[in-house]
């Protein structure tokens, strides 16, 4: 209850901007204490490249009634999967629908390889986006809002805006009106999502975007929507676009 | 409503899992307890030797940012040859519902008598790392640390 | 899966302290935690980790529910000697794991 105290304080205590993108745009990293953000930087001491590498051998290993790899298709994943991770969520013609990047490794992994879709959080999934999103570290987000997409992102947006829960926050409470301001020893982000799917320490692993979403849905006592829900989907895809122009950091390291 | 208090039942495991709060002691208190006879350990751990402080050193932050895992150092004082050598270093968070985290062996084959890890802290505490030297004595180095929590509940 | 990523450099002049790092895949679940539905999660501990480099014994470690998941080692050793530093480790399910890497020594 002190928590929720201290964080309706905080917001009956500050007005809320109207303004669309916090500026200047600064990653998660910028706001983790500096341990989170040296072992960030270690690309061997980064927990999450256990992932990495698990992605790596998953990604030669063939499946399903296909026999085939993800390597098979993309020959050369440094070069193939490079900046793919800017361009998600986007709107798969070929699917008929949005996809953020866990939603298209299944598309291959169902449609192709003809084999059943791995489950959200399970460490095959994890490993498969993380390899994909490390092929973009560095590089700019760059999510492209055509016609069929924005629907869907303007979905998000509403979201990022509702308030929700027992605390009765939206996002913007907290992540555009807040960021940088103190919650005990949390320094409130901008709430971008470039480095996930990123090691949390107190997941102990490393978890999606999603799971980090449904974290803060938690954190409102709001009802969590179910992982590749359309509402989590829509949510992302919001990020992706609020995003643009900041280097995709996964595999991130979060308290 | 019953899904999300199971989930605080998660929650409150987490907690329990690093022993944060007095309320551990009410769920799990029999099983915690036995291993919790700090004295007992500690004279089996060095062997009954009198523990001398100094020439060993702890490296852990003074304020760690999560008790899920926070890094330390144990350095002792040895040139790791002839008869000046460090046979074993253990690691003891008094607060945790296993005190002991870890024993090392340790052999002339090490450059220096060096560990690093990270560990699980469940709260604030003295954190405590014996040496056992060749000649069987044993030194004993310690450090505070204080462990924050984070400020939202994570129930996923 | 046993995953775990063993970094050394792979030439040393004898005598040369040699750090290694060491980080191995594995939950370290405590035996205190519930799951999602409430229920306990079995504990499972990384029960010891033994180095050895050209065959002979560097360390053993017992580990601890208290050694944080996904467990990072770090220390140094004397090259003396060509041979594969190796790692191997067991947890409480008895699935055992090891990685090794080789250390030219000249």
Redesign the interface.
Known sequence: MWRAGLLLWLVAGASVANSQIPTPLKSGSDFQPADMRKLQADD??N?A???V??GE?LWRTPRGDSRKSCADCHREPVQAMKGVATRYPRFQSVAGRVLNLEGQINYCTTERQKSPALAYESDELLALTTYVARQSHGMPMSVNLDDAARPVYEQGQRLYRQRRGQLNLACTHCHQANWGRQLLTDTISQGHGTGYPAYRFEW??IGSLQRRLRACYFGLRAEMPAYGSADLLALELYLGVRAAGLAVEAPGVRK | MKSLQ??R??V???I???ALLPLVAKS?GAIIAADNDLPALIKRLSGNAKLTEGGIRLTIPELADTG???PV?IDVESA?SGSDIVKSIH?I?PR?????????????????A????????GGSQEVMAIAVMADGSARAGRADVVVSISACID?? | ?A???L?VQSKARRGE??PV?L?I?H??E?G???????R?VAKNLIRFVVCR?AG???????????????????????A?MTGDIEMNWEDDLGEKGSVRARLDVA
Do not use: C
């Open positions: 061997f001491a927990p490249m256990l992932w590498s698990q051998q102990q692993k | 199971t989930r039942r998660r409150l495991g987490l329990a899992g690093t799990g899920f895992s926070v150092s790791m690691l968070a945790n519902p296993r005190p002991l985290v870890a024993s090392i062996a340790l052999s002339p084959l090490m450059a220096r060096s560990w690093t890890t990270r560990i699980r802290l129930g996923t | 899966m995953l775990a990523r970094s302290a040699v790092r980080v895949q939950p370290m405590t205190f935690q519930m799951d999602t539905q409430g306990p480099y002979r014994e560097v360390w053993r470690a017992e580990l601890g529910s208290g050694i944080a998941a996904n467990p990072y080692v770090e220390f140094s050793l004397r003396d």
